[in-house]
């Protein structure tokens, strides 16, 4: 949604950012609060109001978002109990761990290493490539 602000140099209400992620405007704005307090954007009210974007492109990274919308949990599978009895369990608990554990490292490095303006290259390539106007929204 960032991305879409960044391009489209606009504010979009709750309700358009729902519709555009299949999702109810509560979700929305219970999730722009945590991008509010990293002051990557801000909302204005009235009839023209939303959210629009605040902060440098250039400067944002994916980590920064993954952190300000409470670092939601990246991988669904896990141990589901942490001091199991059996033996069985418990090595493919470790082994699990483990591989759990490295690949999220790698993952945040690479949101790390990624910023909003890296995106919207990749965004402005495609669009350039399809012969899009830039602000499409596909």
């Known amino acids: 949604m960032l991305l879409h602000m960044a391009r489209q140099n606009r504010s979009f209400t709750s309700e358009e950012i729902a519709k555009?992620?299949?999702t109810n405007p509560v979700v929305i704005r219970r999730t722009m609060v945590g991008?509010?307090?990293a002051n990557f954007v801000q909302s204005e009210k009235g009839p023209g109001g939303g959210w629009h974007l605040?902060?440098?492109?250039?400067k944002i990274t994916l980590l920064d978002i993954y952190n300000a919308v409470g670092e939601p949990t990246i991988f669904a599978m896990g141990n589901e109990r942490k001091n199991p009895e059996c033996a069985v369990e418990q090595v493919v608990n470790a082994a699990l761990d483990s591989s759990i554990q490295a690949a999220q490292a790698?993952?945040?490095?690479?949101?790390?290493?990624?910023?909003l303006a890296d995106l919207a290259r990749s965004f402005d390539q495609i669009c350039i490539e399809k012969g899009w106007d830039l602000k499409h929204s596909h």
């Open 20 to 22: 555009m992620l299949s």
């Open 35 to 37: 991008l509010k307090q």
């Open 54 to 58: 605040i902060g440098d492109i250039e």
């Open 106 to 115: 790698i993952l945040i490095q690479r949101l790390k290493d990624t910023t």
